[in-house]
């Protein structure tokens, strides 16, 4: 993990900090069900360093946590870190986007997606 991610990265025995200044926040390690409960909407980016569309979509997301950063909350979570994080949302395939309200998950997308398609999806669920 490089110097700035874990800059970002919060610590796991403090209460958690809101301020993300507009960015997608590293939960790797952090507790999953924790994360998964807030309320609101909260987007799960579930990755593994070692894929390429993953590595691709990482850019993407901080700007998506910049433009939607009064309507929802961003987190990346390394799954090759924790594979239990993996079994927590059923996830097979990497990146996988995971949509929450209220604790609740409401919407799913496997794979790369364009900036465009990505916006649009994020603004049907608001």
């Known amino acids: 993990m490089t110097e700035a991610a874990q800059s970002r990265r919060p610590d796991t025995h403090t209460e958690w900090n809101e301020d993300t200044d507009g960015r ?4 790797t390690g952090m507790a999953v069900t924790e994360l998964t409960g807030r309320v609101g909407m909260t987007l799960f980016d579930l990755y593994s360093p070692d894929c390429a569309p993953c590595r691709v979509l990482a850019p993407v997301l901080d700007d998506l946590a910049a433009d939607f950063a009064d309507a929802l909350r961003i987190f990346k979570v390394d799954v090759s ?8 949302f059923a996830a097979r395939s990497f990146p ?12 799913r997308i496997v794979g790369l997606r364009s900036r465009a398609q990505l916006a649009d999806w994020i603004e049907s669920h608001l």
């Open 96 to 107: 996988t986007l995971a949509l929450y309200r209220d604790g609740e998950e409401i919407d």
């Open 24 to 27: 997608a926040v590293d939960a």
């Open 81 to 88: 870190a924790d594979l239990s994080v993996a079994e927590h």
